[in-house]
């Protein structure tokens, strides 16, 4: 959607001429005065990488996210249920979509990013390489994988690339929902009978700590944090946002009557903020480099899925093809 007639920066006619002390002055310009950034602007080379490396990275966590809960569509417990998980996969796989398109407008197609997930070379969120056990973690995935998604997300609206920007709009009205319709299978469970509260509490127990993770290092590991908040990419550290979600979420968790799993959890009076244990970042690094319960799981069903298209691709390829060939005739 956003590929159409746009040039994209190293092809832009009028980038090729242009002064280069000019072209990091405008550009500085308006990060300072925090215009957007559009494709057919020049941009500095590290800037775009940048952005091709989260942005593809985020439409690959939104692709390989679809799994853990596609595995409970058929098995979830009602026919509302399953039209409702249905719904929020299929928002998924469109805010994949969107976001390769966003990623396309920086002059990287969307085989080439499909291709290195494939090959193991770009991450995807950590958080989906565990395994979906009971139903009850359809509900913790919604309440809290989607609640610190759109924690992430909300300042990603005013990131400084403007496809970028725009595609996490909507895409944050969509978490929204799926942050609602976990919370309200929680809600079910905990006031159901005392096995479903059990299964609630033993998914809140499982998920709660790889959550947590999911905003990623914290503030002196992160590598690419300084950087990424002088261009207006990121808006908010990694600790500045786990924070926020930590808060947020307690009061929820106690209006479910659930516990999480953290002896250290304390609200702190002086710092006006919930103060947390230790997180065991030797889990989250063996996670994020490839060993994490369900990795291999996760890559193998994404290239079987992809390998399986490929009709699906020839196909509307060849279609494309007549169809610009009967243009071009008509057009004749
Ligand atoms: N998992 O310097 P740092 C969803 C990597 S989908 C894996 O702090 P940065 C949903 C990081 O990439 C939600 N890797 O990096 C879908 C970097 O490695 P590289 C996905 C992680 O970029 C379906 C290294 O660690 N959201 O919500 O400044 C169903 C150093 O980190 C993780 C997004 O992608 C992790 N958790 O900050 C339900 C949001 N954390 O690239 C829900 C957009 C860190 O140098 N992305 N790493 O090899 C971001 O906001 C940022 O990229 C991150 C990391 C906060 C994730």
């Not at 799926?178 to 127990?205: E, P, W």
Request: charged share 25%.
């Amino acid at each position: 959607m956003y590929t159409q007639a746009i040039d994209i920066p190293q092809n832009h006619p009028d980038s090729q001429g242009a002064d280069a002390t000019g072209r990091d002055l405008a550009f500085e310009a308006a990060i300072a005065d925090d215009r957007k950034v559009e494709p057919q602007d020049w941009m500095p080379e590290g800037y775009r990488k940048t952005l091709v490396r989260q942005i593809s990275q985020h439409a690959h966590s939104e692709v390989v996210g679809m799994l853990p809960e596609g595995n409970w569509v058929t098995r979830a417990p009602s026919l509302k249920r399953k039209a409702i998980l249905l719904a929020k996969v299929q928002d998924e796989g469109g805010h994949g979509l969107y976001l390769y398109s966003a990623a396309e407008t920086l002059g990287v197609s969307r085989a080439e990013m499909v291709d290195a997930l494939h090959a193991g070379k770009a991450k995807y969120s950590s958080i989906f390489n565990y395994p979906t056990l009971t139903w009850a973690d359809m509900g913790a995935i919604g309440w809290l994988v989607d609640g610190a998604a759109i924690m992430n997300q909300i300042p990603l609206c005013r990131c400084s690339y403007g496809p970028y920007a725009r595609a996490m709009i909507r895409i944050c009205k969509e978490e929204s929902f799926h942050q609602r319709q976990g919370y309200d299978i929680m809600l079910s469970l905990a006031r159901g009978t005392a096995a479903q509260k059990a299964m609630a509490q033993d998914a809140v127990n499982r998920w709660w700590w790889p959550v947590v993770m999911m905003f990623g290092p914290s503030d002196k590991d992160s590598v690419h944090s300084g950087q990424t908040m002088k261009w207006g990419i990121k808006r908010i550290s990694n600790d500045d946002l786990r924070q926020k979600f930590i808060d947020a979420t307690v009061p929820q968790a106690d209006l479910l009557g659930l516990t999480i799993p953290d002896p250290d959890l304390r609200w702190n009076p002086e710092r006006g903020h919930y103060d947390y244990g230790e997180i065991d970042w030797a889990e989250f690094w063996q996670v994020v480099n490839g060993d994490g319960p369900c990795n291999r799981e996760r890559l193998d069903a994404r290239v079987a899925a992809h390998d399986k298209g490929g009709w699906v691709r020839e196909a509307a390829t060849a279609h494309a093809r007549k169809a610009a060939i009967r243009e071009r005739r008509s057009a004749a």
